[in-house]
């Protein structure tokens, strides 16, 4: 009973409330079921509408359904972001409240201004299993971004096991390229691919998105760049299909709001095959001086890395990961973001001309 009285509230905007005034289906979108998540006997209904809306946006108002299946229940139409502050998740956040969905931010701390305005914002830790219960009460999609100080899948199972309990319907897992890939003794990603076995064991209808290197992790060169310092090289002369976060996050909010992408793995890539030096040399073109690069080899960027105090689990997995790339394994471009959007991801000389303040600055 508590949750079905959970399932009949949900979060309504501007965008959902103009047809359902007009008391017409709207086009397909976030709020369209493909069927009945709640009601399994209801399951083969082509599809669900809601009508009738009411109230602003950011208020919680009932919804009144109208299912094809004449199922009684009410429609859920939040979809929870994790990992809300962070790199992907808030361009995820920013997608979805420009398109009209309603989302919800999950933060463990107060949000700063970059939530946008329309947005819910839950204050939750993946370790605080009583916050996550809070987190998707009302969801019906999470987009699952876990980045634990140490490497561990645990965030993630904890995160399922409470949205399946809370009859959440579907989940899209930011994994990362490489996932399970076997590299000497070690195993690429090996926590993510535990979590990934757990997202499609769920139950829940799931999109698993495997990027590869974010253009936005040379944002870490900033301060030596200003400086005119040589940038960290850790990946020697490997190449990678570096990929623009805002492509990532675009391949996420189709994925959460088009069942067409339901039990689809997409590798996420850039559009072109970049060492770091060839960062460097992108970048350098677009501050107007040279960037140069220094070789850091394992042994020497994992005893930096130890020094700076992260946890030596930790260090394994990112040194791991680095060596698997600088051995050329990442040499990987695929077509999938272009097939996911109807257009080509962007190039690393986009997003370094749209972040050129980061680099040009004073120091
Ligand atoms: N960087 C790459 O090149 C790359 C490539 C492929 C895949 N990935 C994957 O991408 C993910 C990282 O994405 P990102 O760069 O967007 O993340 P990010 O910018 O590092 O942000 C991490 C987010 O996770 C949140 N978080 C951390 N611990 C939490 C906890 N205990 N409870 C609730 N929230 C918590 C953080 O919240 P706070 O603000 O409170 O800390 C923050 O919002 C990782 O899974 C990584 O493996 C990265």
Redesign the pocket.
Known sequence: MVGLLQHRWGVVNDRSRSYGDAGEPGPKQAGHLRSCQFFPLHSSAPYCVAQGYIGRPRRTVPIVPRFGCGCPATVVLMILV??????????VLRLLAQSGHPARA????RPGRTVPPDVDVVQ?????HASLHRAVAGVRAVFL?????TPTPD?DLALLAVARTAGVSSVVK????GTGERFGAATV?AW?QTAEDAVRASGLTWTIL?????A??CLHWAGAIRAGEPVHNVTGDGEQGV?D?GD?AAVAVAALTDPAHAGKIYTLTGPELLSVPDQASHLSEVVGRPVVTVDVPPATASRQLLASGMPPAAVRATVIGTAWARAGHNRILTDDVARVLGRPPATFRDWARRHREAFAGVP
């Open positions: 994790t990992g809300a502050s962070g790199t992907i998740g808030s361009h999950m933060m463990r701390s939750a830790d993946f370790e605080d971004l876990t980045a634990p100080a965030h930011l994994s990362a390229i990603g993510h495997r990027p590869s290197s974010f936005s992790n990929i976060p990532i």
